[in-house]
């Protein structure tokens, strides 16, 4: 069993800043790309930012500058920095992840997501 349990949502102000944090927990032998995703009421999800293993990351054109992932192989935890927030980043965000679970299979994990409000 594998989990991944995101973090850190919440109520801020236009302009603010917020940093998820996403934890994968449980049979892991090895985690590959992780990821951030967003969806927002009445919208497809759609990618934020993913960081591979090595630290090579990819973002979504509109958020560069902006958003930041990073990633602690350690701890087996993705991070998403946001900064500057504007009320159009309210969505919930949800973690993924390739991961190769102790029995070798590769499976993608999302987590169950944290909603992100950007308000005055």
């Known amino acids: 069993q594998v989990q991944l349990v995101e973090s850190g949502g919440g109520l801020v102000q236009p302009g603010g800043s917020l940093r998820l944090s996403c934890a994968a927990s449980?049979?892991?032998?090895?985690?590959?790309?992780m990821g951030w995703y967003r969806q927002a009421p009445g919208k497809k999800r759609e990618l934020v930012a993913t960081i591979t293993r090595g630290d090579n990351t990819h973002y979504a054109d509109s958020l560069k500058g902006r958003f930041t992932i990073s990633r602690d192989n350690a701890k087996n935890t993705v991070y998403l920095q946001m900064s500057s927030l504007e009320p159009e980043d309210t969505a919930a965000y949800y973690c993924?992840?390739?991961?190769?679970?102790?029995?070798?299979?590769?499976?993608?994990?999302w987590g169950p997501g944290t909603q992100v409000t950007v308000s005055s």
């Open positions: 449980g049979s892991i032998f090895s985690i590959g790309v």
């Open positions: 993924n992840a390739a991961i190769i679970t102790t029995n070798y299979v590769t499976y993608n994990y």
